[in-house]
């Protein structure tokens, strides 16, 4: 009987389910608790499998982090198993992916002009901003919850997200709220820490994937933050 070999697409799939599943796992158990034994009980496959495409756990930890920083599609390399590339290499690649997210964001630069209807243009960055969050919320959770066994890790995400997202958007309200659009606070940068810790604690829930729920965590922050002369639309 001949053995048909892989296609680079089904070996693309494999390694995807891998790195979910791993996650998963991850995201139960902590990184320190988690063996590969676990995680292949927890793919239905045997550890030797496993280990045909990871060469152990970091490489595995590793994996997970890249194939859910960002949107591209996950590739598996082209020598497998996959090993582990340092923790220079992952720091590196952490700090990159997260940084090019909060520059690249709707908060990334300060707003300038006026904009033409101040509601629409807050209710665009926070609906963009959760968004944001909820397609790295996994590597944010997991690399929180590893902190002990990864804290170079958990510094980077805490310096550029937590910190750099929270300072990005509290000069966007800052900015606004000097300009009349939006309500003046005492302090917009603890506007900015409760709008990403809300929407942080809303994008790890069950109802993450229902549109209802952006949008009512959407509409309380920006009907409490939009000035009055400015209108506001009817809540949903």
């Given at each position: 009987?001949?053995?048909r070999e892989r296609s680079n697409e089904e070996t693309d799939h494999r390694f995807r389910e891998f790195i979910d599943g791993?996650?998963?796992?991850?995201?139960r158990r902590g990184y320190g608790r988690t063996?590969?034994?676990?995680?292949?009980?927890?793919l239905g496959v045997a550890p030797g499998t496993l280990y045909l495409s990871f060469t152990g756990k970091e490489s595995l930890f590793h994996h997970v982090i890249a194939g859910h920083l960002d949107e591209s599609p996950i590739h598996s390399p082209r020598q497998l198993p996959a090993s582990f590339p340092g923790l220079d290499s992952t720091s590196v690649m952490l700090e990159?992916?997260?940084?090019?997210?909060?520059?690249?964001?709707?908060v990334g630069r300060p707003p300038s002009g006026t904009p033409s209807n101040p509601e629409d243009e807050l209710r665009a960055v926070l609906q963009s901003l959760f968004d944001g969050i909820r397609r790295r919320i996994w590597v944010i959770t997991l690399v929180e919850l590893s902190a002990e066994d990864w804290p170079r890790?958990?510094?980077?995400?805490?310096?550029?997200?937590?910190?750099g997202m929270r300072d990005a958007?509290?000069?966007?309200?800052s900015i606004r709220m000097r300009s009349g659009d939006l309500r003046p606070l005492s302090s917009s940068r603890a506007a900015a820490e409760m709008i990403l810790e809300g929407m942080t604690h809303f994008a790890k829930g069950?109802?993450?994937?229902?549109?209802?729920v952006r949008q009512t965590l959407v509409d309380l922050f920006v009907h409490g933050l939009v000035a009055d002369h400015c209108g506001r639309g009817d809540a949903r």
């Open positions: 009987m001949v053995r791993a996650a998963e796992v991850f995201l063996t590969m034994a676990q995680i292949a009980e927890h990159k992916g997260l940084r090019r997210w909060v520059d690249t964001s709707a890790l958990d510094e980077i995400t805490r310096r550029v997200f937590r910190q958007l509290a000069d966007y309200l069950d109802g993450a994937e229902n549109p209802r």
